[in-house]
């Protein structure tokens, strides 16, 4: 595996592989890698040669009081992962590298930005498109692999994809859980014993909505309820929203139909947790993937 730290460079690499017609996939993380980024990097060297995995955190993602600073960063262990697994390139440009001083253009999707994630985290996305069509730029994969826990940033970067003419297919993956349900996350290392086991009250707050959708609800503010008892029930986990929207407008529903996201948002202690679950229509009843 080669590793990748100038654009130009990678710009070089990825020409070749255009010339050579050669069909590259790219996955975009943040580091601190687990399983959630290997089940992408597997799903992408299963329709793609070469692969390119970039790692990069993101300082125009984080808010002013987020965790920036205090971000995982293992690099040598990402590498030694990386490598194990067969990528072919990994991409860790600097943040002077992808922000120089001068830098000034940003990139915005309308309206499904500033909502959900969005109003809670205000100019993440703004932060994400544009370092997200940076890296379209540099790498120029055919296909891209994004995981569905990130829902509403899978959703945003399609439209972008779309709106932008990016010849880039999203390509969106599983959700990848820890035994109790727990979605695997970067920052699950900052949760420490009680409130590692409190935030299982999460993904258990989404099974309580597939369980309500079972006995017959499609009632969504009772759906959330449901969802709201779990976590209410948990006094480490303080919710910051929920919400039943439908997948292509992020707007909220009132009840179900199509196909939609229930999405949420929960501190444990100071460790912000999202998950979510996918609600789509099967025959006359529905599924839900969680
Ligand atoms: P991150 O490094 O957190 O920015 O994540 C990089 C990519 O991995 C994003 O597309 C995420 O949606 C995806 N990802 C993160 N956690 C998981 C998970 N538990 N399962 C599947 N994909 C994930």
Redesign the pocket.
């Given at each position: 595996m080669e590793t990748i730290h100038t654009i130009e460079w990678m710009k070089q690499i990825a020409h070749e592989a255009r010339t050579q017609e050669r069909i590259l996939g790219l996955?975009?993380?943040?580091?601190?890698?687990?399983?959630?980024?290997v089940?992408?990097i597997r799903a992408a060297q299963r329709e793609c040669a070469p692969v390119v995995v970039s790692l990069f955190v993101n300082p125009k993602q984080f808010g002013p009081a987020e965790d920036l600073s205090k971000y995982p960063r293992t690099l040598e262990a990402d590498r030694a992962a990386l490598e194990a697994l067969g990528v072919d390139y990994l991409f860790a440009p600097s943040p002077q590298e992808m922000y120089p001083p001068d830098f000034r253009t940003s990139v915005v999707v309308e309206g499904l930005s500033d909502r959900l994630e969005g109003g809670s985290r205000p100019g993440h996305f703004r932060g994400v498109t544009t370092v997200v069509l940076k890296l379209f730029e540099i790498v120029q994969p055919r296909f891209a692999?994004?995981?569905?826990?990130?829902a509403q940033?899978?959703r945003l970067i399609r439209q972008m994809s779309t709106d932008l003419n990016l010849d880039t297919g999203v390509v969106v993956?599983?959700?990848?859980?820890e035994a109790d349900g727990l979605?695997?996350?970067?920052?699950n290392v900052y949760l420490n014993g009680e409130d590692r086991r409190a935030a299982a009250a999460v993904p258990r707050s989404l099974a309580a909505v597939r369980d309500e959708i079972a006995k017959g609800e499609r009632d969504t503010a009772r759906l959330l309820a449901a969802l709201r008892d779990v976590i209410s029930a948990e006094p480490r986990v303080a919710l910051d929203y929920a919400d039943i929207v439908d997948n292509e407008t992020l707007e909220t529903i009132a009840s179900l139909r199509g196909t939609s996201y229930v999405l949420l948002a929960a501190k444990v202690g100071d460790t912000r947790l999202i998950d979510n679950a996918l609600i789509e229509l099967d025959g006359d009843s529905f599924r839900v993937t969680i």
């Open positions: 996955v975009p993380t943040m580091g601190a890698l687990h399983e959630g980024h089940s992408l692999y994004f995981g569905r826990k990130d940033q899978a993956c599983p959700i990848i859980r979605a695997l996350s970067s920052r």
